[in-house]
């Protein structure tokens, strides 16, 4: 490691009181973490970062779900002092309020779809917003910049991280409104905050900019990618949520000849033409064929799952072509059926992915320069005392036109 990382090291060590053991920035973040489980008295009141992140850890486990995801943001306005269980001398970022957040995945965590996700967790793993404070070994950001918050925390340099893995990172991964709280409060620490930030750019709106937290990454890696989209090839993505629409977007990158967008929501099916579907196809007990009739009768090189229930996935089995590819990215609650019988000799392949935001700075620069477009993405937008509305309004999106829906605080 660099004589720079060394001195940032020791500069940890020195504050935290413990005993130099390596150079590795990481490996001493990690270990500060354990220490701290371990003596969460060990800090002092004088970080920003460590007051912030007691709003997040005074919520009461095993208690009912939260029905307000804004978790218990109000008793941590209460002024007592309660030990933080996260080390503030991790290199973490923490934005200030006013800033958008939208919500989506999170729908599915109140449904009960990520078992990992505790009780009064505050949800959120987008958004964007200024950074009120930075922890000691921070480089890259600091106070006042206007950052992206990336739905992947990552730690730059474990095993995963290194292999472009990020969202199995060994201290990050998905935790942003999952195993840490989230975005939606009016400040959020953002662990590791060098390889977990993006500045935001020139050129697109910040809400437009927002959409590079989850929703063009993992249309573009977890679809696209996956799905190993080709100049030529059909594709066809099942399910017209903003991810679906986001690989509307990021599949014309690869010039696919046709592009087929396949949903309930009558509105989504006619946004997903505006911006580049070659055909809507109405889900349902006829999608199948139309599809075939569309095809030849071959069925899609590439079929992307992206609504997470099992009768979209036995549809994504139904269209994919002989050496084609399903990828899914939909957040599936409970088993599937996988039809082995009709698939078997079909050299096909099914990917399952996680994102890890690998891509974003390259879409940003993409949305920088207009060849992306995402505004059409952002339908609503609340303030922070309209939270349930949002949610009432994303939970019945279809009767609202919602796509994306936007927190500003
Ligand atoms: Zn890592």
New binding site residues.
């Given amino acids: 490691m660099n004589s720079k990382n060394a001195q940032t090291t020791g500069g940890i060590h020195d504050k935290g009181g413990h005993s130099a053991r390596t150079s590795y920035i990481?490996a001493v973040n990690r270990r500060a973490l354990v220490s701290t489980s371990h003596n969460p008295h060990a800090h002092d009141d004088d970080d920003e970062s460590s007051r912030i992140c007691r709003k997040g850890t005074t919520h009461p486990r095993g208690a009912a779900p939260p029905a307000d995801p804004r978790g218990h943001r109000r008793r941590s306005k209460d002024g007592k002092k309660a030990p933080s269980a996260v080390n503030p001398l991790v290199p973490s970022v923490s934005a200030i309020r006013n800033k958008p957040h939208p919500i989506g995945t999170d729908l599915h965590i109140l449904k009960g779809d990520v078992a990992t996700c505790a009780t009064g967790r505050i949800l959120g793993h987008e958004g964007t917003g200024v950074v009120h404070s930075v922890g000691a070994s921070v480089t890259t950001f600091k106070p006042g910049d206007r950052v992206i918050v990336s739905c992947i925390t990552?730690?730059?340099?474990?095993e995963?991280?290194r292999k472009g893995l990020?969202s199995h990172?060994?201290?990050?991964g998905w935790i942003l409104g999952h195993t840490i709280d989230g975005t939606q409060a009016e400040y959020v620490r953002v662990p590791h905050a060098d390889g977990s930030l993006h500045h935001l750019i020139s050129g697109a709106s910040e809400a437009a900019q927002a959409m590079c937290s989850d929703v063009l990454p993992t249309g573009f890696e977890c679809g696209v990618l996956s799905g190993r989209v080709k100049p030529g090839s059909s594709v066809a993505i099942v399910g017209g949520g903003p991810i679906g629409l986001g690989i509307v977007l990021t599949a014309q990158l690869y010039s696919p000849s046709s592009l087929i967008m396949i949903t309930r929501d009558a509105n989504r099916l006619k946004i997903a033409a505006s911006l580049g579907a070659t055909h809507c196809i109405t889900f349902g007990p006829n999608a199948a064929e139309e599809v075939m009739a569309l095809t030849g009768g071959r069925g899609v090189d590439t079929v992307i799952e992206a609504a997470g229930v099992p009768g979209t996935f036995d549809l994504c089995q139904d269209l994919v072509a002989v050496g084609g590819t399903i990828a899914n990215l939909g957040v599936h609650g409970c088993k599937v059926d996988l039809h082995l019988d009709k698939l078997w000799h079909k050299n096909i392949a099914i990917t399952t992915s996680l994102v890890d935001t690998v891509s974003t700075g390259m879409l940003l620069k993409l949305l920088s320069s207009g060849k992306i477009k995402t505004d059409a993405l952002v339908t609503h937008t609340f303030s922070f005392a309209e939270m349930l509305d949002a949610y009432s309004t994303f939970g019945a999106a279809a009767e609202h036109k919602a796509i994306k829906v936007i927190i500003d605080f």
């Avoid at 990552?154 to 474990?158: I, L, V």
């Fill in positions: 990481n990552s730690c730059m340099s474990c995963f991280c990020a990172c060994v201290d990050g």
